[in-house]
């Protein structure tokens, strides 16, 4: 059976709209002559008010809106945070989803995506010592060769682990939960690979997954809509982000995922 992305069963309420019937309205008396204005003195730039941008207001989320119940559920299957979840390795597979903004899915940084992805990922060895020149030899490898020297040439020597990530898992996890492959992406600079071994690698020590939370969504038609409440996004200041899914043969796609200043430092 396919994976899905939610299992959410959204629930859609059929609103009843009233007809309003209009009225005519009597016609306004012309206003009498007002007497000339003496001319406001110019202003100087000095003078004027500010006007400073204000904070971006986005239009209200059109459709049915979701309960908090509902919230609640799409939340579940994104935090990867709950502790003793059966499908932990799902939610941080979906989590390299938002690691960047894109307005089309097939235009995520794949670069991104791929640093703190999992699944079905090892670590290169010393006895990979040809897989591991071929990979020096990239045009992005990020280690000169003077630097490579200090470390003896060699993955254990280097001080970060180098990771492969053979491109058939990264496939699948595009193709469950967003309906595309690699072949789609549009955005893969920087990106490390090795047709030989069919695979990609980076090189990452830590752990920092991208994250939503959705505080408010609605459904329309086919087309669910995700809003997380103010936060930060890495420099841009406060931000709020918006996750848009679209529903396709019974599974709930990722479509798009972008943020959006507040106008707040």
């Known amino acids: 059976m396919k994976h899905r992305l939610l299992t959410l069963i959204f629930t859609i309420c059929i609103l009843s709209l009233a007809a309003c019937g209009g009225e005519t309205l ?32 986005l239009p209200p989320l059109v459709g049915t809106p979701l309960t908090e119940e509902e919230l609640a559920q799409v939340n579940g299957a994104f935090d990867y945070s709950q502790p003793g979840e059966a499908d932990q390795e799902k939610k941080l597979e979906r989590s390299c989803f938002f690691t960047s903004s894109y307005e089309d899915v097939t235009e ?21 010592a040809e897989e591991f020149q071929a990979l020096a030899a990239l045009p992005d490898f990020p280690y000169d060769a ?21 491109r058939e898992a990264v496939d699948q996890t ?22 030989d071994y069919d695979s990609y690698y980076n090189f990452t020590s830590d752990f920092g997954p991208g994250w939503f939370a959705a505080a408010e969504g609605a459904r329309d038609g086919d087309t ?40 707040s430092d």
């Open 26 to 57: 009597p016609a306004k008396e012309p206003d009498p002559p007002q007497p000339a204005e003496t001319p406001a003195e110019p202003v100087s730039p000095e003078e004027s008010p500010a006007e400073d941008a204000q904070p971006e207001t």
């Open 108 to 128: 995520l940084n794949l670069e991104e995506f791929l640093r703190y992805y999992s699944n079905g990922s090892s670590t290169l060895e010393d006895e990979d």
């Open 146 to 166: 003077e630097a490579l020297e200090t470390w003896e040439n060699r993955p254990g020597g280097l001080p970060v682990p180098v990771h492969r990530i053979p």
């Open 174 to 195: 595009l193709e469950t939960y967003a309906g595309i492959t690699t072949a789609d992406l549009k955005n893969t600079k920087g990106i490390l690979y090795l047709p």
């Open 224 to 263: 669910v809509r995700l809003r997380s409440e103010v936060s930060w996004w890495g420099d841009g200041g406060e931000t709020v982000r918006e996750l848009t899914l679209r529903e396709k043969d019974g599974r709930w796609l990722i479509q798009s995922f972008t943020v959006h200043p507040t106008g």
